[in-house]
């Protein structure tokens, strides 16, 4: 996967914007891997519901279950058929 970021003219307080190359339409079916803030999210299921988000490059996904939604980095998305 690769992330371009955009360059701007802009003060420091803004995020760089991201542009997410790797494919996840909604209804696509993930795995979560290598979330730091949340490492008990990892390894559980879910499916995307929206994204990428066009200022920050993150998918929403709603977990099995009912947690969420939770805004994440495509970097911690695996598509998976479980």
């Given at each position: 996967m690769v992330t371009l970021f955009a360059h701007c003219e802009c003060p420091s307080s803004f995020r760089p914007v991201f542009i997410a190359?790797?494919?996840?339409?909604?209804?696509?079916?993930v795995t979560l891997q290598g979330l730091v803030a949340k490492p008990e999210l990892n390894g559980q299921t879910g499916v995307v519901v929206s994204g990428p988000n066009a200022r920050t490059g993150r998918f929403t996904v709603q977990l099995d279950g009912g947690s969420g939604p939770f805004e994440l980095m495509p970097a911690n998305l695996e598509p998976t058929t479980v």
């Open positions: 190359s790797r494919r996840l339409p909604p209804g696509t079916r």
